[in-house]
C-alpha cells in the first residue's frame, strides 16, 4: 500500500486534491434549494394594483444598492414595478412574454400563462402584450394564437426591441402592433431540426426522390407538411387588420414561403408598407421593462422575471416615476 502511495507522486495527488474540490462542489450545489421558475420562460401575468403613495426611492442616499439586494434583485424589482406602473397607466391586462437567456423561448409554460392571464382578464378586458423573445414552438405559438383570437378584447403587442418568428404571430394576432424605432420583426417560416422548412421542402423538387437518400427524403416530405400546416394556421390566427381588413393569405404566404432569411430583419418602415397596422409610438418604459438582467452571478442560471415582487421590494420603488414613464 505504501508503495502505490508513493509511486503516486506530487502530481498525482494534486489532481486526486483537484479532482476532489470539484465532486464536493458539484455536491454542494446540487443541495442547494431549486428554484421552480429555472425552466419557466417569462410569460404572461397579471398584475393587481398596488399603491404609489408608500413608495420610496430605489437607491439610498448616497447611491448603492440596498441592503440585502443583489443587482439582479433590484433589476427584478424594477421590472416588476414597471409592469405593474404600465398596467396602471393604460388600465389594460398587462402579458409579458421577455425572454433574454439562451435556453428561453415561447414553450408550454408560456402559452399556459397567456391562456390563464386571458381567461381571467374576462372576455372584454384590453390586453397589452410586452414582446421580446427568439421565438419558440410552433404547438405553444398555435395555443397563444387561439386565445388571442377568441379574446375580445382590444389587444396590442409592444415590441421596443425585437419578436422574432413565433413572436411575430403573436404580434400578428394583435389589433395594433407598436414597435421601437429600430424594432425588428421577421419571417415566420417553420424551422425543422434547426433547417429553414421551405428550402428542405424544395430538395423534392431540386433534386427528385430518386436522388435523396431515404433519411432526407422522410425529412424533405415532413417539412413540406409543416410548410403546408404552418400557412394554414397562421392564415387563419392573423388579424384581418394587418390584411386591410380581408381574409386574404398573402400576407402570411409573404412572410412563410417568400425565401427570405428566418434572420432577415424587417424593420418598422417596411412592415408598415407591407400594411401592417403598427405605430413606433412605444413608451419610454417598456426599453427599461425588456433590458437583460446583470450577470451578477455566474451560477445565477435562472429566469428572474417569473417571480411577483414582494410588498418589502416593492415598497422600495418610486413607482411614480415609473407610472410618468408609462403614460
Known sequence: ????????????????????????????????????????????????SRSASTATALQRDGGGLPPGMSPADVHRARVEAGTEAFREARGSVVVRIVHHLNYEYVDEYTAIEVIDALRKAGPDAPVDIILHTPGGALHAAQQILHALKHHRGRKTAFIPYS??????????????????????????????????????????????????????????????????????????YVNPVHNGGNESCALTNELIGSGRNHQAPIMPQEAKAMGLNVST???????QICQPPPEDDSMLMVNIFGSRVDEKTAALLDLKALEKLAR
Not at 498525482?12 to 464536493?24: E, H, K, P, R
Not at 409610438?281 to 426599453?287: H, V
Open 163 to 236: 419578436a422574432w418568428s413565433a413572436g411575430t404571430m403573436i404580434a400578428l394576432a394583435c389589433d395594433e402592433i407598436v414597435l421601437g424605432s429600430s424594432a425588428v420583426i421577421g419571417p415566420i417560416d417553420p424551422q425543422y431540426g434547426g433547417l429553414p422548412a421551405p428550402l428542405l421542402a424544395e430538395l423534392l423538387d431540386d433534386k427528385g426522390p430518386d436522388h435523396i437518400n431515404d433519411q432526407m427524403l422522410v425529412i424533405a416530405k415532413m417539412a413540406r407538411q409543416a410548410v403546408k400546416e404552418s400557412k394554414a394556421f397562421a392564415c387563419d
Open 1 to 48: 500500500m505504501q508503495d502505490i502511495l508513493g509511486s503516486i507522486g506530487p502530481a498525482g495527488w494534486l489532481g486526486i486534491a483537484t479532482v476532489a474540490v470539484v465532486i464536493l462542489g458539484a455536491l454542494k450545489l446540487a443541495a442547494r434549494p431549486q428554484r421552480r421558475d429555472k425552466v419557466r420562460p417569462a410569460g404572461g401575468r397579471t398584475f393587481r
Open 281 to 287: 409610438d412605444m413608451p419610454e418604459l417598456l426599453f
